[in-house]
């Protein structure tokens, strides 16, 4: 696979020497048992799989390489690049404005963009209808196209399915800015809409099978699909495809689920179309990773990532269902060994942690990242647990085993 040239700094020894010495051992990529790194009276299992991904690493290079190149024009990103505030922090420290937040909202207008100005379209990509805006004012995009090469791929088969007049359901969260750029783009060639879990999906399928009147159909679902929408006709064949940073597992359930549903209401198979080739790689494999982690016994388990972070924070999920989870940012999050500052999914803000390194030795940790998360970021809080918890070996000493 193709290394990208990303900043030396968001690389880390430590870390980099792990994977190496992974890759080399287990080249087919079927081992997701963790790397169990012994700092004496500290022990790290650290996920087979995590940081950076192919389509963030292409995102990051193609933005700094466009920095150096072009230091005499005004540089602009749609939105976030990616979902992590330190490479986002770098990209603006770069000189770099946001035209928009994550959720859409205007911060630049585009009437104040001219053809001299360079536009970057972030990783997650973005809607037709914002491309055709930039193409209207002359704006070349292409070059500055850092969209997830996973991404388009549910694009194309979203595509093909339409053309095949299959309704195009998106598992996805329906603000994210990914899952407006595939709607976009599925509902450009036929009949969409998202749901964004199970539940939704069992609402669904009460208007497949008939159940609920189809008028109630536009107020359970507003705002989640496209123009002209015809709940009677368009939910007779359908294709689910998904946001590439949902668990995997969850848009397997609903696309067996609704399936299922499809095929009791109409008796025949080609009434749904197979689209289980539009999972990402990445995600499915950190996630796979975090399972084979939670098999080896801890104490507690830490999650590094942006807080805005989709496929973060299906990992955070994973580590909650087996044990004390701690989600956070910034390794000074960690405050002191008594206290951590860390992300609470479910109140959607952060909240202080007492205690929340036991006092028993040897500590045993579980340490995963987000796709978006610098290695960097991963070492310096192992560095900081170490510190707090007054390990006897040191980060140096373990990254020269694996680089032996």
């Known amino acids: ?74 540089i602009f990103l749609l939105s976030e690049m990616i979902h992590n505030p330190q490479v986002n922090a770098d990209l603006q420290a770069q000189g770099i404005r946001f035209l928009q937040d994550t959720k859409g909202k205007q911060l630049i207008p585009f009437e104040t963009l001219t053809a001299d100005d360079i536009v970057l379209i972030p990783a997650f990509g973005t809607t037709l209808d914002i491309e055709a805006r930039l193409k209207a004012i002359g704006i070349e995009t292409q070059p500055y196209n850092t969209t997830c090469p996973f991404v388009e791929k549910v694009w194309n088969r979203s595509e093909a399915i339409a053309k095949k007049n299959f309704t195009v359901i998106i598992h996805g969260k329906p603000g994210h800015e990914e899952t407006r750029a595939t709607f976009s783009h599925a509902a450009a060639n036929g009949p969409a809409m998202v749901i964004k879990d199970m539940e939704e999906a069992i609402l669904l399928a009460q208007f497949i099978s008939e159940d609920q009147p189809p008028a109630l159909f536009f107020t359970a679902f507003a705002g989640q699909y496209s123009d002209g929408f015809d709940p009677q006709r368009d939910l007779q064949r359908i294709g689910v495809v998904n946001q590439t940073t949902m668990l995997a597992s969850d848009t397997q359930a609903i696309a067996d689920f609704l399936k299922n549903k499809v095929l ?29 982690m939670l098999n080896t016994p801890a104490d507690l388990a830490i999650v590094v990532g942006g807080y805005n972070s989709s496929n973060t924070s299906h990992l955070v999920e994973l580590c909650e269902e087996k044990l004390p989870t701690y989600f956070i940012s910034h390794p000074d999050k960690i405050v002191s060994e008594n206290e951590i500052i860390h992300f609470d999914l479910h109140s959607h803000q952060e909240k202080i942690s007492h205690s929340f390194l036991p006092s028993k030795r040897p500590l045993q940790i579980l340490i995963t990242s987000g796709a978006s998360c610098p290695d960097a970021m991963v070492e310096a809080v192992i560095e900081r647990l170490l510190t707090l918890g007054k390990a006897t070996l040191s980060t140096e000493s373990i990254a020269a085993q694996f680089a032996l």
């Open 1 to 74: 696979m193709k290394r990208f040239d990303v900043p030396q700094f968001y690389r880390s020894p430590l870390i980099s020497a792990v994977k190496r010495k992974r890759k080399e051992e287990d080249k087919m990529k079927k081992d997701f048992s963790p790397t169990l790194l012994d700092f004496g009276n500290i022990k790290i299992a650290l996920a087979r799989h995590f940081g950076f991904c192919y389509g963030v690493e292409n995102a990051i290079e193609i933005a700094f390489r466009t920095v150096a190149q072009h230091p005499e024009k005004r």
């Open 264 to 292: 009791a209401r109409y008796q025949q198979e080609d009434q749904v179309a197979d689209t289980r080739d539009t999972l990402c790689y990445a995600t499915l494999d950190n996630q796979t990773a975090v399972t084979g």
